[in-house]
């Protein structure tokens, strides 16, 4: 009679080979896996987060509220602050979180009621963060809003 086939070293060489195939299979997936950071400077940013919470609490305690918000009948963005803003100078910034690479700065440029529409046409489908910085009377301020562009599309 023969006697039975001993199957552990074939068992320990199927496990390593399965080791080893995994763990080059997680290095590829980790290689080629692309991670933005939605800000470039995004370290820098969260050094000056406090003047930030700061400058939108400012914002937060205005009679009239500032507002940023997607109109999707034009397309646009409509950016609303206080009458006595008007004359304020600042900067809106677009920013989207899963690609940076379509991340914009347009300069803000009210009308005398407070208002700038941006047009939003262009801009691809789906969710955008809308940040205005405006310094008035002497204050700086600060909005944060998400919008979605494109909703009818998205």
């Known amino acids: ?34 991670t933005e950071l939605v800000a470039a400077d995004y370290y820098e940013q969260e050094i000056h987060f406090q003047g930030q919470m700061d400058r939108v609490s400012r914002a937060q305690r205005l009679p009239v509220k500032a ?8 397309p646009a963005i409509k950016i609303s602050l206080p009458r006595g803003h008007a ?12 690609t940076a690479g379509l991340d914009q700065r347009v300069e803000l ?27 008035a009377t002497g204050n700086d301020y ?5 919008v979605i562009v494109g909703a009818k599309n998205f």
């Open 109 to 135: 440029r009210l009308d005398s009621n407070g208002s700038q529409i941006l047009d939003a046409a262009k801009l691809r489908p789906g969710l955008w963060k809308v940040k205005v910085l405006w310094t």
């Open 67 to 74: 507002t940023a918000v997607y109109d999707d009948a034009q």
């Open 87 to 98: 004359s304020a100078k600042g900067d809106v910034f677009l920013y989207r979180p899963s």
């Open 1 to 34: 009679m023969k006697p039975p086939r001993n199957l552990w070293p074939l068992g320990i060489v199927t496990a390593f080979v399965f080791f080893t195939a995994g763990t080059i299979a997680l290095i590829v997936i980790a290689v080629s896996n692309h």
């Open 142 to 146: 600060a909005i944060e809003e998400s």
